[in-house]
């Protein structure tokens, strides 16, 4: 048990949060934590948590198209490769990544979160992880990006608003405009490089 | 791959492709491979992402001025915002306002579209005296209107106004009225 949990009361994600960030590759993470066990490499942790948090939870958006989904996948995948590098049993670190993408896909596939392995995950691993899962999904200035959609051409406007209001597909918006799914992507990248333009200028648009 | 560079960048195009579920099978397998393995790329499609949320969040609060179909109406409606309608026939025209309660106010415009190729609109305020002009919005000809949907947190604060709309058809060297409508609009009262 690592000094940290006995010293301090608070959440190990809690606790571990404001520790500094680490520079290594995503193997070495991946080494440091297998190597620490049975105790935690806090930093190494932290860290991975850090860095894979806002992928997984984009999966899970991409995939589940629910917040609270997105979420619990995020807490499930973490405690999983946590548990599996404690454990030693990720083979290949330099895929960290790809095992990571792979869990993912798995949980999203079988549907066990809310289950009893999700349960039986959070029983043996007591942290709490939250914190960690949040990716600092900074707020949009929305009185710039105001302006910048009332700048944009009309038709590119449109395109965006019928597209973003429920992320539909080209296809989809393109029937209601009567245009072609083609035609509807490049007005949409038209539009979004605009936007993104106009949101961020110093920043290259590439 | 380290988390400080990416060789191969994925253009933005594509990350909304995917983003969007446009992206199929191995494409889409191959690309989250590189999303989950590159921090740059990852960021970026949260930029992305991000952009989209904002854009859906700028329509709902009644930020976004658009000429929209009435297919998409039907779709803001049935996720639940609350819009007031009103419905012009060429040259008519509505006393209209917005209520406390209405996410959004639109104008419905029937025209006789069927041959037109590009859609101009051109407003004259006539309580302000100032006129300006809408190039080359989207329109879909066979449902025969247009629907405008103006800035609600800006048409709140209108006490009273009058405003002219025209559609214009734009062919290559000419342009003519299609239809004209007006818009007496007076702040809500109980």
Known sequence: MPALLIANPRPYAEAVRHLPPLTGDDAELARRIAAAAPDRDDAAEAELCRRFAPRIRFYGLRHLRNEAAAADLVQDVLLMILQKLRAREVREPERLASFILGTCRQVVIDGRRGGLRRERLLETFAADLSPLADDGFEALDAGRLRECLQRLPERERAVLVMTFYDERPAEAVGVELGLSAGNVRVIRHRGIERLRGCMQPAEDAS | ?190
């Open chain 2, 1 to 190: 791959m380290s988390a400080a560079s990416c060789t191969a960048p994925t253009p933005a195009s594509t990350l909304i492709d995917y983003w969007l579920g446009e992206l199929e099978g191995e494409r889409e397998a191959k690309l989250e491979e590189h999303l989950f393995g590159c921090e740059p790329c990852s960021a970026r499609l949260r930029d992305l992402a991000r952009l989209g949320e904002g854009i859906g969040h700028a329509l709902r609060a009644g930020h976004v001025p658009a000429v929209l179909t009435p297919a998409f109406i039907r779709r803001l409606q049935a996720s639940g915002m609350r819009v007031r309608e009103y419905r012009l026939q060429p040259g008519g025209s509505v006393n209209c306002t917005v209520a406390p309660d209405d996410d959004l106010v639109i104008a419905h415009l029937h025209a006789p579209l069927g041959s037109v190729q590009r859609l101009d609109l051109l407003f004259d305020d006539v309580t302000s005296g100032t006129h300006w002009r809408v190039e080359d919005v989207a329109f879909d000809a066979s449902t025969e209107e247009v629907v405008l949907l103006p800035d609600v947190a800006e048409l709140r604060q209108v006490t009273v106004a009058t405003q002219r709309v025209q559609l214009l058809a734009v062919e290559r060297t000419t342009e003519r009225v299609i239809a004209d409508y007006t818009f007496n609009h007076s702040r809500y009262q109980t």
